[in-house]
């Protein structure tokens, strides 16, 4: 292997099936399947036989001895180290593959250790640029996933900090016992979040960012994961030493989105107060979600924030029940809003409406006359809100009038609507049919309401460009939903039904769909299910499957299973289910399901058996089942 260094651009290739005879040897490294390291490329040379060995190359422009190195002990790597020394070491991980396993992250966090303690020499410190070049975005970005996790995480342990990875947001606790609310990451912000729930761990993370190499590390790290919302739990006031703490966190340049989260005390205002003096006003998105606060620091949130995201949940100020009024100015640059729970002022619907361009809002109330204020000012609408994209409404179990209605109808550019908790009839279920016929770019549909006609409905089968489609009825219903897709059996990706009756021909529609990737029944009734045959099913690229409360003591239903050679996520609960149903489990599955949840249900020893063939399952809940014929 030939290898020079250069501290601008790193460079490699392999060249293969080389017949160069003479190279000068002035370094020799022999890689062992026993190596602290192992790595996918030379491990597929050493399992070639002896017949197929090649002849082959690493060219490359870094030191690659000196990376080969280190890689055999975690002792091998250099007291002495400078960024040209790490990006030889992080960009040898990447082209030879290392393998992500539990020594790749004993390795970056000696690797850490050796970083920090060259940081506190004083002949170091003072000439800051032997690290200075790592700092590098573009450098970062094409780092692997896991090697970036595993710097973040050796920083929090050199501080004794537990961590929680968790869909690609950074969960810091006291202990991994520690409880934490996911339902506050929010899918319609575009960053991940890094969520603080103690006061204790704040105060850690705060004493790890007085560090200068910590602190710039943090920053490149946190924005090239994505990771630029920053979560604060309320208990990070309780033993703040004083309104002059530095809150060094605010310093990173990194977050677009801030969410207060749980600030319920009675000093919480002023606290929240001192806080928004911290942060950037070229914020993105604010989101206070449990708050207690005055309505001079909610003004001066939003006034000087003026962020594109506004979302505000259980929100209240004390003696009113109107939290958005005109003594608040309107956020102009409004594109993304989240209402819970919150009275508003019909201002500022009517700013809301009429001056801004918003493209999403979700709304959820609890109580008629916030819900009424709302309704009135939306009918009155009209045009001005053709470019919403994204509507989602929870009403407080009012029945909506006409005008509701009429006003979807101009909605042209929405994609997804979400309509849950209302009462209807028979006549106003016409309007909303009408509105949605209407609506030429839908893809996602979610209804949720008191009452369904079981023919009304047939126009949300047969609509091009549906993907999405969810139908709940809050009461059950016993005649049954007519499900005819005429043909426009390609499109659809998710489709889920819960209190319905549904007959063996709308069975025979749902499994003809083609591309479905996600079916969920809850609450309903099939009936003459023992007639249908689902050994016909052409929905074999389905990926999840959720099945509640369901009556399946047919032997026909084990033919859904043994169809499905794609299935990631499998969850089924209170179902009425014969022991041995998981045994119909296809034997592709063992290389696709991840995800596999039974609960309230009757399992035996092929069950069992057949669980444990998974080779690739990650989550596995069998919470309240009875187990028949099991030695244990």
Not at 252 to 279: C, D, H, P, Y
Not at 470 to 482: A, Q, S
Not at 545 to 556: F, K, Q, R, V, W
Request: charged residues 20%.
């Amino acid at each position: 292997m030939r290898s020079d260094r250069s501290d601008v651009d790193f460079q490699y290739k392999f060249l293969n099936d080389c017949s160069i005879l003479y190279y000068e040897v002035t370094h020799v490294f022999m890689y062992e399947k026993d190596n602290f390291i192992s790595f996918e490329v030379l491990n597929h040379i050493l399992a070639l036989q002896k017949s197929e060995k090649l002849n082959g190359i690493i060219e490359c422009n870094f030191n690659l001895y000196y990376f080969l190195n280190t890689t055999k002990e975690i002792t091998e790597i250099p007291d002495e180290i400078n960024h040209t020394n790490i990006k030889t070491i992080l960009l040898g991980l990447k082209c030879l593959k290392a393998v992500n396993c539990k020594n790749i992250t004993k390795y970056i966090h000696a690797l850490l250790v050796k970083i920090l303690l060259n940081h506190k020499k004083n002949a170091l410190m003072k000439n800051y640029m032997y690290l200075g070049g790592l700092f590098d975005l573009n450098f970062w970005s094409n780092i692997d996933e896991y090697i970036k996790k595993s710097f973040i995480s050796g920083f929090l342990e050199i501080y004794m900090l537990k961590y929680i990875f968790y869909d690609g947001n950074l969960i810091v606790l006291e202990n991994v016992k520690s409880d934490y609310y996911t339902s506050i990451f929010n899918d319609h912000i575009p960053y991940k979040n890094i969520l603080i729930n103690s006061c204790k761990v704040f105060l850690c993370l705060e004493k790890m960012l007085l560090n200068t190499l910590i602190f710039n590390f943090f920053q490149i790290l946190l924005n090239v994961m994505n990771l630029k919302s920053l979560i604060l739990d309320g208990s990070i006031e309780y033993k703040i030493p004083n309104i002059k703490f530095k809150f060094h966190i605010f310093y990173l340049e990194t977050f677009k989105s801030i969410v207060f989260f749980n600030f319920m005390k009675s000093s919480s205002s002023l606290f929240l107060e001192n806080l928004s003096v911290l942060i950037r006003n070229d914020i993105e998105f604010l989101q206070l979600e449990l708050l207690k606060v005055s309505r001079n620091v909610l003004r001066l949130l939003l006034d000087q924030k003026n962020p594109i995201g506004l979302v505000l949940k259980n929100v209240s100020i004390p003696h009113s029940t109107v939290i958005l009024n005109r003594n608040i100015n309107f956020c102009e640059k409004l594109r993304y809003a989240q209402f819970q729970n919150v009275g508003i002022n019909p201002f500022w619907w009517n700013n809301l409406f009429f001056k801004s361009n918003f493209q999403t809002l979700i709304l959820s109330f609890n109580s008629i006359s916030s819900e009424e204020s709302f309704i009135r000012e939306f009918s009155k609408s009209r045009g001005t809100v053709r470019a919403i994209l994204h509507l989602e409404i929870s009403f407080y179990c009012t029945e909506i009038p006409k005008e509701f209605f009429d006003s979807l109808l101009n909605l042209n550019h929405l994609r997804t609507l979400k309509l849950q908790t209302y009462k209807t009839n028979e006549q106003t279920e016409i309007y909303l049919i009408n509105a949605i016929k209407n609506m030429n770019r839908l893809e996602n549909i979610d209804i949720s309401q008191n009452f369904f006609s079981t023919k009304s409905y047939n126009i949300l089968f047969m609509k091009d460009g549906i993907e999405t489609l969810y139908l709940k009825n809050d009461e059950f219903e016993i005649n049954i939903l007519e499900i005819a897709f005429t043909g426009n059996y390609k499109l659809l990706k998710q489709i889920g039904f819960s209190n319905m009756t549904i007959g063996i021909t709308g069975l025979i529609e749902i499994f003809k769909l083609e591309n479905l990737e996600m079916l969920s029944f809850e609450c309903c009734i099939f009936e003459s299910i023992d007639n249908f045959c689902f050994s016909y099913s052409k929905s074999q690229y389905l990926k999840c499957l959720h099945l509640h409360d369901l009556d399946l003591n047919t032997n026909n239903f084990v033919y859904v299973l043994i169809k499905l050679d794609f299935l990631e996520i499998l969850e089924i609960s209170s179902c009425k289910i014969q022991p041995g149903l998981l045994t119909g489990l296809g034997l592709m599955c063992d290389k696709s399901l991840s995800i596999l949840s039974f609960k309230f249900g009757f399992l035996n020893s092929n069950d069992l058996n057949r669980i444990k063939n998974i080779k690739v399952l990650e989550d596995l809940n069998l919470m309240e089942c009875r187990f028949f014929q099991c030695n244990f």
